[in-house]
Antibody
């Protein structure tokens, strides 16, 4: 069964940095695009960043562009999110999620999710 | 792009309800690859529908997706008490994914 396990969350001050990890198992990691999605306390879902299976293509929400960097190590089946210049509004549960391209214009975005890791930015 | 959903809906057990998903840029088409998710309190979201109307293997048959009047739609038929949850739609456009604000569905 597909499993995604996030780690690396914590409490830190504004301006700080943090790297989140997402360990994937039970699927061919390098064949699938991956994303980070976050949810602020009591709020809705917000897409943060995405990366292609090869890692060659990356995408970012405007709210994190220039501050966050998504990457992956396909040899370790692990997805990362480097977060710099953190702000209070970055406080959220961060989920990693897998997407599937079925071909013929059929896409399943975020079909599997991890349980999330909480990032709290506060002074 | 702003994606808009009904903030809340109420349905009776056994009834039918349709949730919609509109885009500020105009009509939602299949080219936005609408996806739908269910989230219960304290849990991660769960995917229900992809590319407008395709169901995952775990999606109950009573859930269906469509395009309706320029919006993406999620219809729940024969609603069960366990369907009470927050539902989110997702639209994709040119390397950007945008979630709707969510619909809190109450089964009462």
């Amino acid at each position: 069964e597909v499993q995604l396990v996030e780690s690396g969350g914590g409490l830190l001050q504004p301006g700080g940095s943090l790297r989140l990890s997402c360990a994937a198992s039970a699927f061919t990691f390098s064949s699938y695009a991956m994303s980070w999605v976050r949810q602020a306390p009591g709020k809705g879902l917000e897409w943060v960043s995405a990366i292609s299976g090869s890692g060659d293509n990356t995408y970012y929400a405007d709210s994190v562009k220039g501050r966050f960097t998504i990457s992956r190590d396909n040899s370790k089946n692990t997805l990362y999110l480097q977060m710099n210049s953190l702000r209070a509004e970055d406080t959220a549960i961060y989920y990693c999620a897998k997407s599937t391209d079925y071909g013929s214009g059929i896409y399943s975005f975020f079909d599997y999710w991890g349980q999330g890791t909480l990032v709290t930015v506060s002074s | 792009t702003v994606v808009t959903q009904e903030p809340s809906l109420t349905v009776s057990p056994g009834g039918t309800v349709t949730l919609t998903c509109a885009s500020s840029t105009g009509a939602v088409t299949s080219g936005y690859y609408p996806n739908w998710f269910q989230q219960k309190p304290g849990q991660a979201p769960r995917a229900l529908i992809y590319s407008t109307s395709n169901k995952h293997s775990w999606t109950p048959a009573r859930f269906s997706g469509s395009l309706l009047g320029g919006k993406a739609a999620l219809t729940l038929s024969r609603v069960q008490p366990e369907d009470e949850a927050e539902y989110y739609c997702l639209l994709y456009s040119g390397g950007t994914w945008v979630f709707g604000g969510g619909t809190k569905l109450t089964v009462l």
